[in-house]
């Protein structure tokens, strides 16, 4: 009898104090279960890029990803950008290469399951993208024949175990590109298009190989995912995988009330979608509109699906056949990013705008308009306890 | 906690009569909890998921023109994955509308946010079935696809409501 008084009294006394296991209704339990780590569906192949998976491949890749070698002057490889200790992104507002970029380096944990590319998604492939930031002047500034060469220079037997003979490389320019400086374009100009045809395949080549090597960058479990999988299994969350009072808050906040769970969902914390959030424009870099942009550039790319470098079929293609190309939400919208390991890097956002993450959640609170086009954020009453609270919850994709 | 086990200890051996009361007193604050709870569960906002929007996937179009039905090729929808539909348009008759001009549009009501893709109709089946491809749900909750048909017998509109 005494026994049944205590854990009666006991029990009330957890209840009113709050403490014991936390608390979840069922469409609570099924929103944590989809975002925890092991709800990510395996790699599909990439039917685009016939070398995806190809060990040798991934492995130059990797080399050309770290070669400085890979730029105008030789100092700028993408892990200038990206580096390998920081979640592969560089802790700057803006990147800096052989100039200084407009937007912040992305982190590239999970990136092989993107359906686009950038803050703007101007690119619809892995391999594709890969090939912007090796011509673009701000980065590594280089051009499509000096690649080429190059590769046939450094990588040469490497490159045509993997992909086969390289060209013939006889009266090609040492430096051409549609895209370079004038002088460039007119070498480019100049050449025939069998051999523009020859250069640019060495060019995709490039990369498919790096794209290899970037499918194997994938999201680590956390601190969230050990409390997911406890909760969706009823264990007693044990060490680490407990939640404080005030994480459990955050989380509670973020797939309810505060709503970050419409865009920041599935085990990537991201939609893979395009949203106006109201994020201002950083005051003196040209101005920058986001995906409404972004359609005509990636319809002109030759690289992208519907071009003559893609391998496989065009049914790999719906992304970009399908692609919403005129609607007013297109306007100052970017890609969602994922919030895994987010607290350990800041500043945020396209430009990074803000410097903490504290910022990031007063600016949701506030949900001030967007200075062009229509935010999606709604204002939200949140007490100084709760915004602590969804920061406390974000650190715990990042432990 | 600390107080409720040092009552316990304190009273200990006053006899049976004084547990009768610990039990009462037990079913008592169980009886006032209970009633809290129902308290907060009865008073907290009503979503409009709660009610739920139609989700029939058979409707009469909205001038009765048509009967349309609106189901996933594959049987089952998965989110974040562009899948392909059929629409089948029938008239009110029961025969199958051959070349109809379908044009879609659609998004989140509770979001103010439209479609992610721009899904189109790329083949007609025959039997009146169109497939619908490149329809995307990036995110779980209430969706509309709107359709505005338009053949021989007339132009009409249909919304479907998808819940996921």
């Not at chain 1, 608390?23 to 609570?28: G, P, Q, T, W």
């Not at chain 1, 005030?246 to 979608?273: M, Q, S, W, Y």
């Not at chain 1, 065009?314 to 895994?340: N, Q």
């Not at chain 2, 439209?114 to 025959?126: A, N």
Request: with cysteine; aromatic share 8%; proline share 6%.
């Amino acid at each position: 009898m005494r026994r049944l008084f205590c854990s009666l009294a006991l029990t009330v006394a957890a209840i009113v104090a709050g403490c014991g296991k936390p608390d979840f209704s069922d469409a609570e339990k099924k929103t944590i279960a989809s975002l925890a780590l092991n709800t990510l569906p395996p790699l599909k192949p990439d039917t685009t890029n016939r070398f995806a998976d190809v060990p040798a491949a991934a492995a130059l890749g990797s080399t050309l990803f770290f070669d400085a070698g890979m730029s105008r002057d030789g100092t700028v490889s993408c892990s200038t950008c990206h580096k390998i200790d920081r979640q592969f992104q560089d802790d700057l507002p803006q990147a800096v290469g052989v100039g200084r970029t407009n937007r912040r380096s992305m982190p590239l944990a999970g990136v092989a399951r993107d359906p686009w590319f950038f803050w703007d998604g101007r690119r619809d492939s892995l391999w594709a993208q890969a090939l912007t930031p090796l011509e673009n002047p701000l980065e590594q500034a280089g051009n499509r024949t000096a690649y080429a060469h190059y590769m046939k220079a450094r990588f040469g037997e490497r490159y045509e175990r993997i992909f086969g003979p390289l060209p013939d490389f006889s009266g090609i320019p040492q430096n051409a590109s549609p895209l370079g400086t004038d002088a460039e374009r007119a070498a480019w100009n100049a050449m025939s298009d069998t051999q523009r045809d020859a250069i640019n395949r060495v060019y995709a080549n490039i990369g498919k190989a790096i794209a290899a090597f970037e499918r194997s960058i994938e999201p680590a479990p956390t601190r969230f995912d050990r409390f997911a999988l406890d909760l969706a299994t009823g264990a007693e969350p044990k060490g680490d995988a407990a939640f404080s009072r005030e994480e459990i808050l955050g989380l509670k906040l973020f797939i309810g009330k505060a709503n970050c769970v419409t865009c920041h969902n599935g085990p990537r914390f991201t939609d893979n979608g395009f949203h106006n959030t109201g994020v201002p424009p950083v005051a003196d870099l040209p101005p920058d509109r986001g995906r409404v942009d972004a359609v005509a550039q990636v319809e002109a790319d030759p690289f992208n699906c519907f071009g003559a470098y893609r391998d496989g079929d065009v049914s790999a293609c719906g992304e970009l056949r399908f692609m919403v190309k005129d609607a007013p939400e297109l306007v100052r919208a970017y890609k969602t990013p994922s919030l895994r390991g987010a607290a350990t890097r800041p500043p945020y956002m396209h430009a990074g705008q803000f410097s903490s993450l504290d910022e990031v959640v007063v600016h949701y609170a506030k949900a001030a308009p967007s200075v062009e086009g229509t935010s999606e954020i709604h204002p939200l009453e949140l007490s100084d306890r709760e915004r602590a609270a969804l920061v406390a919850f974000l650190k715990t994709l990042a432990e | 906690m600390r107080s409720a086990r040092r009552n316990v200890v304190r009273r200990r051996g006053t006899g049976l009569a004084s547990i009768w009361r610990y039990v009462l007193a037990g079913v008592g604050l169980a009886a006032l909890l209970a009633g809290v709870l129902a308290i907060v569960y009865l008073t907290a906002p009503q979503s409009a998921q709660l009610a739920g929007p139609d989700v029939a996937r058979t409707k009469k179009t909205d001038n009765g023109l048509y009967v349309a039905n609106f189901v996933p090729e594959r049987g089952v929808v998965r989110q974040g994955e562009l899948e392909s539909w059929l629409l089948t348009l029938k008239t009110k008759t029961g025969d199958a509308v051959e070349g109809a001009a379908i044009a879609i549009s659609g998004g989140m009501p509770q979001h103010n946010h439209g479609l992610p893709t721009s899904p189109q109709v790329t083949d007609y089946l025959g039997e009146g079935r169109y497939r619908i491809e490149g329809l995307k749900f990036t995110m779980s909750g209430w969706w509309q696809l709107r359709f505005a048909i338009s053949s021989g017998a007339g132009s009409d509109t249909v919304l479907f409501n998808v819940v996921l």
